[in-house]
């Protein structure tokens, strides 16, 4: 379709793309329900995210969705009003349902005319009845839409009627009623002859700005307050020539409460206060609403505004002026408009392919902007040099507000298993509870998506081998519910990711003795737990008991590793026996650009993060010179083993008389890089080194210098933690002897 048409399939990819964003908000209310059952709020939200699903899929035909998360929704409905309570096995069904629901969204997004399984048609059938059994039975699948909705009105006649003698009628003209030779001023006038217009308000919704007004077209819309002797059909009939121009909605004199929560629920989605809402569906009147105001402002005082629209609201239903249920209704649609008026400042729907080409781009308007510095800097053109750092300033700011719009917060993530939890410890007959922190902790969106199956993984390890069963804990002294932590957080220049359980804790003689079994290990040879600890990462290395759905077949935790390592991350493992063990995983926070740290050896240039640099300085070779032919040096009464870059890469040519040490930190270990000159701070664009470097250690990329030269960036954890390794055997060696 050409620019500014409407595009039917874009509309419905967005719709497909909302729902699961609603199926995620409504797994996490059900969890949260299940702690809390008089979580209003959490209620609330869930019948709000399946209302929007249902209204969305009928308006694109998606009958199965629309029907089966209609009754989904007067079910909520029910709990809301309190006639349904709430407990785990309510929680569990609502939970299928959204599974259901999930698939269905699958099914059309495939194809929007696909035709039900028959497996799907039984679980469709198999969930309506259960479903039933709380509205007390008898529905079959066929009759389930009229029952529910005789169910909704069999309310008590007094208690569900607004008090209002007078007929309201809200009218929307469609654009084209002029096109069509219609006057919308010519039906009202009509209308004023049968009777009483006692208030007519016009509603400015659809109205655009004034360079976008077109003078062919019909914005307005109507709400009209009519006192008049005739029934539905009369008035009907008023509008017969304009019916397919409008959008008409008549509400008899003394009408239901659902019918003017009905006409809230329809309201346009714009910011409105609160009378002003009520008086558009007309159960309000101008001079109720006035007298309302003028009780606020004596009651009020200092009361602050965001209390205000409950506070008015309050009086006008202990005035009788409105009911209770529309004042509800009312402040929910409020809510809603406020939330949603949120979302579009906060937020806009960007599609990912782009983005990831902006990431590139910038990446080369970095290479480009270095190499112009380095040309103006031979110039010396004083007034050139100025200009360029200005734009490469600017770039820097380009560059950390682009790569920002690819971070996201880690919690969203942490949410999805909340489920995973719940359902694999009821399968496994255990008690546990899942605490997360830190889910406001940012990270590359990439790395969040190449994370989640490994995570996922470490969880499901928790609850098999980890957290022992209630029984078991009660006998050791424990509570019976067990505890997974997520905990998300910053450490100098990575992001931390830690699963921690409290259950049993890996048995350290149980690995050793599998990995003498396996031909690992001698019988005889010493090694620390760290190490220890890393064979669990070994392929096809499991020394659990029995084989279960979940895990161990020793299949998946080499996989975890692997994938860890492959986004030049590492993990580390924490576990003391009886108390429980911690998985901590390091993580770089960005995969594109970074600010970089320069140093040369001989010929060669090299990068490290600058986040992991904590400090540099010159340093002669005898304060460098190691003792017992280890290679350590003291760093303000802290021991720091180093490492010399121009023996370790074998780069040729005599090394300098002072040297430069650049002290490095990573997951909480420092080590020391000697190199032959400091260059400095550097914007740094990684760039894979391609298939033929796959097997090269100790770099993770390489970035292309303002010179046209390359520079290798260092692999800065493998580095610290091979120099740590090397070191602290040859220390432990030293104190042997």
């Known amino acids: 379709m050409g620019s500014g048409k409407f595009n039917l399939n874009d509309a419905l990819n967005t719709f497909f793309i909302e729902s699961r964003e609603m199926l995620e908000n409504m797994e996490s209310c059900l969890l949260e329900l299940e702690k809390d059952s008089t979580d209003a ?38 709990v809301r009003n309190g006639k349904i309570s709430v407990d785990s096995d309510f929680i569990g069904l609502q939970l299928e349902c959204h599974d259901f629901m999930a698939q269905l969204l699958d099914l059309f997004e495939q194809n929007k005319k696909a035709v039900l399984s028959d497996e799907m048609v039984q679980k469709n059938g198999y969930l309506i009845e259960r479903l039933n059994s709380y509205l007390g039975g008898g529905i079959t699948a066929p009759e389930k839409e009229e029952k529910f909705e005789s169910q909704l009105e069999e309310n008590d006649e007094e208690e569900d009627q607004v008090v209002s003698e007078y007929w309201h009628i809200s009218l929307r003209f469609h654009k084209d009623v002029f096109k069509n030779g219609l006057d919308p001023q010519s039906f009202i006038n009509y209308l004023s002859e049968m009777g009483e217009i006692k208030n007519i308000i016009s509603v400015y919704d659809e109205m655009p700005r004034a360079e976008e007004m077109n003078p062919e077209n019909c914005y307005l819309g109507f709400e009209i307050v009519f006192d008049g002797s005739t029934d539905k059909d009369t008035l009907e009939n008023v509008f017969e020539f304009v019916i397919d121009d409008c959008q008409l909605r008549i509400i008899p004199p003394r009408s239901s409460i659902a019918d003017y929560v009905n006409l809230i629920d329809e309201l346009p989605e714009t910011p409105m206060k609160i009378g002003d809402m009520l008086k558009t569906v007309g159960s309000l009147t101008e001079i109720e609403l006035e007298k309302a105001l003028e009780l606020q402002r004596e009651m009020s005082g200092g009361e602050v505004e965001a209390d205000r629209n409950r506070f008015i609201g309050e009086i006008m239903v202990h005035e009788k002026m409105i009911q209770k249920p529309v004042l509800d209704k009312a402040l929910e649609k409020q809510n ?30 970095v290479i480009t902007g270095a190499n112009v510095r380095q040309l103006s800097e031979r110039t010396g053109d004083i007034e050139l040099n100025e200009s360029v750092s200005s734009m490469s300033r600017l770039i820097e700011d380009v560059r950390d507000s682009t790569m920002n719009l690819r971070m996201v917060q880690i919690g969203e993530t942490f949410k999805r298993y909340e489920r995973i939890v719940r359902d694999l410890s009821r399968e496994r007959g255990k008690e546990i509870e899942l605490d997360v922190n830190g889910g406001e902790t940012e990270l590359d969106k990439t790395l969040i998506e190449k994370i989640s199956d490994p995570l996922m993984h470490l969880i499901r390890n928790s609850i098999d081998h980890g957290i022992d069963s209630p029984d078991d804990r009660v006998s050791r002294g424990k509570s019976r519910k067990g505890t997974i932590q997520l905990n998300a957080y910053y450490e100098t220049g990575s992001i931390v990711i830690e699963v921690i359980d409290d259950g049993e804790g890996l048995n350290r003689e149980k690995i050793f003795n599998k990995a003498v079994q396996s031909g690992i290990l001698q019988a005889d040879q010493k090694i620390s737990d760290d190490d220890l600890f890393q064979l669990i990462f070994q392929p096809g290395f499991s020394t659990a008991d029995q084989v279960t759905n979940i895990s161990g077949r020793g299949v998946g935790m080499d996989v975890v590793k692997k994938n860890i390592e492959s986004l030049r991350g590492s993990i580390i493992i924490e576990s003391e026996k009886g108390v429980g063990t911690t998985m901590r995983i390091h993580l770089p926070l960005t995969l594109a650009i970074v600010d970089g740290f320069m140093v040369k050896v001989a010929d060669s240039y090299y990068v490290m993060p600058l ?27 802290e021991v720091l083993p180093f490492m ?44 894979p080194l391609g298939r033929l470097f796959n097997n090269l250690q100790w770099v993770s990329g390489a970035t292309i210098l303002g010179t046209g030269d390359v520079a290798l960036i260092l692999d800065v954890p493998k580095l610290v933690q091979y120099i740590q390794k090397i070191e602290s055997a040859t220390l432990a060696s030293v104190e042997e002897s």
């Open 336 to 365: 809603d408009i406020k939330r949603l008026e949120e979302k579009k400042k906060k937020s806009i729907r960007i599609d990912a392919d782009k983005l990831d080409k902006l990431i590139n781009l910038i990446g080369e308007l």
């Open 611 to 637: 986040d992991m640099v904590t400090e540099c300085s010159e340093i002669s070779m005898e304060e460098l010179a190691g003792k017992e032919g280890g290679n350590f040096m003291n760093l303000r009464g």
């Open 41 to 78: 709020e959490s209620m609330n939200a869930l019948f709000r995210s399946v209302h929007t699903i249902k209204g969305s899929s009928g308006m694109f035909g998606l009958e199965p969705i629309e029907r089966f998360t209609h009754i989904v929704e007067n079910i909520l409905d029910d």
């Open 644 to 687: 010399r870059l121009r023996e370790f890469f074998q780069e040729d040519g005599e090394a300098p008389k002072r040297e430069n040490i650049i002290v490095l930190e990573y997951a909480r270990i420092k080590a020391g890089l000697v190199v032959d000159k400091l260059i400095g701070e550097f914007q740094t664009v990684i760039k």
